[in-house]
T-cell receptor
Framework: GAVVSQHPSWVICKSGTSVKIECRSLDFQATTMFWYRQFPKQSLMLMATSNEGSKATYEQGVEKDKFLINHASLTLSTLTVTSAHPEDSSFYICSATRAQSNYGYTFGSGTRLTVV | QQQVKQSPQSLIVQKGGIPIINCAYE??????FPWYQQFPGKGPALLIAIRPDVSEKKEGRFTISFNKSAKQFSLHIMDSQPGDSATYFC????????????FGEGTQLTVNP
């Protein structure tokens, strides 16, 4: 089946630094990738949708200059949290899919970000 | 119109019981309804999904019941086991890929031994 690899699984960084999270589709070409944020005991909140080779579409209230998303190839999307602050601490999850297919949506294993 | 409402928020059953989780949607354009299982610290994993042209789908111990006229669908877990203890999310989308998934609020299931 479709596999999405997300790295790192956890990261601790100092306030003010930037952190990059990678999301790779291992056995299929992902035309669309989604980035979610999840707080404890809450549902997934969509942050942005990225299509390969295009600028990401951000959800209302998500700062695009803070959460930089790059989807340069059909197998790799990255989320960079710039100038991270403690309030950015959360669980970030990516999902990949291939448009006009029956692949469905495959999720990465998530990244726990802690900003200290 | 984009909301998917899920209930209950939490559910406790004994081993062997049949927990039922319900979801309701508003957008009649939705035509793909997956259920995801999520363990702590992990990403969601697809359990089972249904399209609106069928009223029921079974995969192993998991069954989806779908009521198109009521715009509701539910997940039944037969012979539940302690290992089924997790958070379950229903979702809906237009098409099986490409467009965004709209998630329910989640149900935390605990199966006691």
């Amino acid at each position: 089946g479709a596999v999405v690899s997300q790295h790192p699984s956890w990261v601790i960084c100092k306030s003010g630094t930037s952190v990059k999270i990678e999301c790779r589709s291992l056995d299929f070409q992902a035309t669309t990738m989604f980035w979610y944020r999840q707080f404890p005991k809450q549902s997934l909140m969509l942050m942005a949708t990225s299509n390969e080779g295009s600028k990401a579409t951000y959800e209302q209230g998500v700062e695009k200059d803070k959460f930089l998303i790059n989807h340069a190839s059909l197998t790799l999307s990255t989320l960079t949290v710039t100038s991270a602050h403690p309030e950015d601490s959360s669980f970030y999850i990516c999902s990949a899919t291939r448009a006009q297919s029956n692949y469905g949506y495959t999720f990465g294993s998530g990244t726990r970000l802690t900003v200290v | 119109q984009q909301q998917v409402k899920q209930s209950p928020q939490s559910l406790i059953v004994q081993k062997g019981g049949i927990p039922i989780i319900n979801c309701a949607y508003e957008n009649t354009a939705f035509d793909y309804f997956p259920w995801y299982q999520q363990f702590p610290g992990k990403g969601p994993a697809l359990l089972i999904a249904i399209r609106p042209d069928v009223s029921e789908k079974k995969e192993g111990r998991f069954t989806i019941s779908f009521n198109k006229s009521a715009k509701q669908f539910s997940l039944h877990i037969m012979d539940s086991q302690p290992g089924d203890s997790a958070t379950y999310f229903c979702a809906a989308s237009i098409g099986t890929s490409g467009s965004r998934l709209t998630f329910g609020e989640g149900t935390q299931l605990t199966v006691n031994p």
